[in-house]
Nanobody, 124 residues
């Protein structure tokens, strides 16, 4: 049974840093893209970051809203993906979801596997 389990979400102050982690299990995720999305009430789940294999090197991609502030990292030995978030603002408040998919994509509709989500609240 495939499981993605996020952890690390909590309430922080604006300007703080926070790291999330997601442990994947149930199959080998080595060839899969591991991604982070986030969602606020009333809005569609949005792409945040992805870590994937390009057949040459590992690569990372970010949404414009987090580029330069967030870093995605991956431990293939444990099938764990991390999201290191710096300079947090109230706009980053959301439920953060870990996702796994054969190819990296920015739309949530075709994602193969989802975690249950972890709440990040940034107070100003």
């Amino acid at each position: 049974q495939v499981r993605l389990v996020e952890s690390g979400g909590r309430t922080v102050q604006a300007g703080d840093s926070l790291s999330l982690s997601c442990a994947a299990s149930g199959r080998s995720f080595a060839p899969y893209a591991l991604e982070w999305f986030r969602q606020v009430p009333g809005k569609e789940r949005e792409f945040v970051a992805a870590h994937f294999w390009t057949w040459v090197v590992w690569a990372a991609r970010y949404s414009d809203s987090v580029n330069g502030r967030f870093t995605i990292a991956r431990d293939n030995a444990t099938d764990t993906v991390f999201l290191h978030m710096n300079s947090l603002t109230s706009e980053d408040t959301a439920v953060y979801y870990c996702a796994a998919n054969k190819n990296w994509i920015t739309t949530p509709h075709s994602i193969a596997y989802w975690g249950q989500g972890t709440q990040v609240t940034v107070s100003s």
